[in-house]
């Protein structure tokens, strides 16, 4: 079955269009564990030894296997959107990327997963998101450039390798007609707006996720 991407809205999912982020640079981490609670503004997830809850409003986006379908049907009967329960289910295994925000953790995106591991999952620390415009893009690298507020602005170049996810609209379709070996220069160009998450490694930065926000106008 098809996984949909859908974003959060005002206690119901919706299909997900392009965001609109600051170019910002802020640490996001990432938990792996099994749902054990689901709220209308939270969600509690298992991981290792400890419940952590995560709340959840608009900016949330869901990935989920049915979750177009759900939404769609929702709609259908004229609701808003599906319920954040009709997507993610209690015992599921899950990815949650969040941040820390005045002592609760926001959830930026929940992923379906086939399993937490043998631990029960965990948290990986460091991963960190950057929003901006592509200034350069090889098959191996990608340059963005933006600004970091108060007129301040930056530039960061990333390596890209076979474990580099690209999301954005038309990604898919592109990457399955090619037998699942598109190059990122098939799917980002330069101007695009990005949101790349991220991880260093000594002085390199690896993109772990480039997601395309928006793609640039005509030359």
């Known amino acids: 079955m098809k996984r949909t991407l859908i974003a959060l ?27 054990t609670a689901i709220a209308p503004d939270s969600v509690t997830v298992k991981v290792g030894t400890q419940d952590m809850k ?11 296997t049915g979750a177009g379908t759900a939404a769609r049907q929702a709609q259908a009967a004229g609701q808003p959107g599906a319920k954040l329960s009709d997507v993610v ?9 969040y941040t820390e925000m005045g002592g609760s953790l926001h959830a930026s995106s929940i992923r379906a997963i ?35 507020g108060a007129g301040a602005t930056f530039t960061q170049t990333f390596t890209i390798d076979g ?3 690209v999301v954005g609209r038309g990604a898919g379709t592109a990457s399955a007609a090619a037998g699942g070996k ?11 707006r990005v949101s790349v ?5 000594g002085n390199t930065l690896h993109a772990a996720e480039i997601r395309v926000t928006s793609k640039a106008g005509p030359k």
């Open 54 to 64: 995560f709340g959840v409003d608009s900016k949330t986006r869901v990935e989920a």
């Open 163 to 165: 474990s580099t996810k």
């Open 9 to 35: 809205a005002l206690g119901a999912l919706a299909v997900a269009g392009w965001p609109t982020t600051p170019s910002i640079a802020q640490e996001t981490k990432m938990a792996r564990g099994t749902v």
């Open 182 to 192: 598109t190059a990122v220069t098939d799917l980002v160009g330069t101007g695009d």
């Open 197 to 201: 998450s991220y991880h260093t490694t």
């Open 114 to 148: 086939a399993s937490v591991g043998a631990a029960g999952g965990g948290v990986v620390p460091d991963t960190k998101t950057a929003n901006g415009t592509v200034k350069s893009v090889a098959a191996t690298t990608m340059t963005i450039e933006g600004s970091s």
């Open 89 to 97: 289910k209690v015992g599921q295994a899950v990815a949650v990327s």
